[in-house]
Structure formats: C-alpha cells, structure tokens
C-alpha cells in the first residue's frame, strides 16, 4: 500500500508564501492595496503582455473577458467540449449561445480546421467569439487562429487557466509565451490551488488592448470608473473627488490583497514548479513508452506547462478504480461539456463530437504537481507497470 494517498494535483506553500500573506493581513489593506496592482505587474511580465487585470477567479476572468469584448446577448461563441465547464458557463452567463468544435485526436485541443468548417456553415460574421483552451497546459495554435479571425472577424478568448508558462514556437520560429497578447485578444488565467500558482481562489486577464484593459478595470468593480467622465446630467463645477460615474453593469469580482499577496509570492517561484512538472512528465513518457498507454503529443514548437498530465487507456473505469485501491487519486479531465445535463436541453447530444468522446472514454490525469516527491513518482510509476503486466 502506498504510505498516503497522492491527489492528481496540489498546491506548494512554502514559509514565504505564509510571511506575504501574514504581511498584507498587517498591512492597510484587505482589497484594492498595492499589492493587487503588484501582482499584475509582475504577471503581465511574466507572460509579456502589456496589461493585466487581477479578479476573483478564472471564471470571473472569462466572463469579463467576454463583457469587455462586447459579446453579449444573442451572439454566438464556439469553444472545445473538452474543457472545465466555466468555459462555456461564462458564454451563458454574457446571455450568447454556445457551440462547439471537436478536439485533435492527438493533442487535445480545439481542431482549428474544425472551427473553420463550423464558421463556413454558418452566415458572415454569425460567430463573434472563440474560446479555445491550452488544455493540460499545451498552448492551442492561436497564431493560425488569428489568420482565421482576421477573415472571419471574431474575437479570441484564450482560457489559459492550465497554461501560465507555456509557449509555442510562431511560423518565424519566434516563441509566443501564452497569455502575451499577441495573437488573443483576451487571456484568462485561474489561481483556484491546482493551478500553477495558488491565491486561494483568484483569476487574472492579460490583454495588449488598451480599451479592453480599461473596460475590465471598470466591470469588476460594478462598472464604476472615475475614467472618461461626461457629467452628463450635473454641473461639473459642483462635483468634487468623490464623483464617479457608471458606464456599464458591472460585477464585484475583485480579488483581495491578501489573495494577491499569496498570488504575487507563489509566481517567483512558477519557473522552479514548470521544471518540476517537465521532469514528471519525462519520467512518465519514458516509462510509458511500450505500455498501451496514449499520451498528448508532445512535439518541439510546444512547450507544455503541463497542469495536467492526462493519458488514454483501454479500460479507464478499470484502471481508474485500481489506482484509487492504490492510494492514487487519478481524476478525469473532462466530461464532454455538451454531454452535461444542463447543456443537453440546448439539443447536443451523444455523437455530436466523437474525438471528444472517445477521448474522454478513455482519458484518465495521473498526479502532476511540483511537490510529488520522487519517490511517490515512482511509487505511480510502479503501479501503472504492475497494472499492465
Ligand atoms: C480552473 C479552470 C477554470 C475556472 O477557474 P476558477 O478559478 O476555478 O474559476 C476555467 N477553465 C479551465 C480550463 C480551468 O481549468
């Protein structure tokens, strides 16, 4: 038996994290201090993106992301149906329909030449958004994306909730670091503890346009903004400091200082957590090799940050309950969204997507997180050998 049970993820606190937390509690500030504006600082650097806006989650994130991008009510999005159901949920929420387009048998990402197919059936300009998402930490081809945008004028919404660190090489051969705004108009990214960098819960959006940054500052906070002001019904004259004015039906999805503080203290340390990650990664790849076991592709214009490590076996529910016997607490990522309850009112049913299904008829996650010692690597190892002998 194992000496514990191992998760399929976790998050890393160290002493410092603890002393930055302890510090903004000391502080001035609970919410909108210093050390929110801090984190974003540092975020949009880390990624290479010209701003970056703070919120309460990634699902916040992508909802804003939505909201700033003028998607709204009647407009119709297309996502990948292997996704966290948020993905989709934030289309709902914004009031527009959701459709979606079958994955890569190979990498598990949205089949760009399947959202092309879907866009041509559908009349000019039906479709104003796609939201692909990196899944597992593999950056989708948002380069060939953006050529297909231009055409077809939609926005690009990337959920880059498993992908802080990630990159794809571009057709120049020049590394496109996820969430750098170059090719997406919005990026968003999760803090919720399996995620790479932990802030209890919390979420950021990086953007290269200004206008976008300026509307997400203002709706996570009611859409109160004290920017471009009209005094459209008042004297300006006999309005002071605390004026402000209401544009737009915001929300309170702002995170916290103390959120940013542990956030802040957790992304110095993301570059040690991704080399930690690779080597799990490695370890697994060569060990699975001759096994009936099929892993995401891996190729060298990606580099995968690699949130989840998912692989494809012949009987998942088997193996699923034989690591659970085993003290492995293997999670599967993702039921089909279509196939969810509440999606299957809207007409999609079993079929629709069939890499999807069967992807996920025999997809499994097996642990990856910076913490998993070597030891319990080996441990996952030995067992998945023992079950394929
Ligand atoms: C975690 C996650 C989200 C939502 O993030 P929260 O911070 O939990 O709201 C959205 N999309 C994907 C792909 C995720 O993994």
Not at 6 to 20: L, M, N, S, V
Not at 121 to 127: A, E, I, P, V
Not at 298 to 318: M, T, Y
């Amino acid at each position: 038996m194992s000496p514990h049970k191992i998760p399929y993820g976790r998050q890393k606190i160290t002493q410092e994290d603890i002393d930055a937390v302890v510090a903004a509690l000391q502080s001035d500030f609970l919410t909108q201090g210093p050390r929110i504006a801090n984190f974003e600082r540092n975020f949009a650097k880390y990624v290479g993106a010209k701003y970056a806006v703070a919120v309460s989650n990634g699902t916040a994130a992508l909802h804003l992301s939505l909201l700033a991008l003028g998607i709204g009510k009647g407009d119709n999005v297309i996502t990948t149906p292997i996704t966290f159901a948020a993905t989709a949920n934030v289309a709902l929420y914004a009031g527009a329909k959701v459709y979606f387009a079958d994955i890569d048998p190979d990498t598990y990402v949205i089949d760009i030449a399947a959202v092309e197919k879907l866009i041509l059936q559908h009349s000019k300009g039906f479709f104003k958004a796609v939201l692909p998402v990196d899944f597992a930490g593999y950056s989708v081809d948002t380069e060939s994306l953006r050529a297909l945008a231009q055409e077809h004028h939609f926005k690009i919404i990337e959920d880059a909730c498993h992908a802080p660190g990630a990159y794809f090489m571009d057709h120049l051969g020049q590394k496109q670091q996820v969430g750098n705004g170059v090719f997406s108009d919005a990026t968003a990214f999760s803090f919720h503890p399996v995620k790479h960098i932990a802030a209890g819960e919390g979420g950021m959006i990086t953007t290269n346009d200004e206008g976008v940054y300026k509307k997400l500052l203002a709706l996570r906070t009611h859409g109160i903004s004290k920017d471009n002001m009209q005094y459209a019904i008042w004297d300006k004259e006999k309005q002071g400091n605390w004026y402000y004015e209401m544009h737009d039906l915001g929300y309170n999805y702002r995170i916290t200082d103390i959120q940013a503080a542990l956030g802040n203290s957790q992304l110095q340390k993301a570059d040690a957590g991704l080399q930690r990650r690779q080597e799990i990664a490695q370890a697994y790849r060569a060990a699975f090799q001759e096994l009936p076991i099929k892993m995401q592709k891996q190729d060298e214009k990606h580099f995968n940050a690699h949130h989840l490590f998912v692989i494809e076996v012949p009987d998942r529910k088997d193996f699923y309950d034989y690591l659970h016997a085993n003290g492995i607490l293997a999670q599967i990522h993702y039921i089909p969204v279509h196939l969810l309850d509440y999606y299957r009112q809207f007409g999609w049913k079993k079929g629709d997507f069939p890499i999807a299904e069967q992807y996920y008829d025999g997809a499994i996650s097996l642990p990856m997180y910076p913490s998993l010692s070597d030891r319990e690597l080996e441990y996952v190892i030995d067992k998945a050998r023992k079950y394929f002998d």
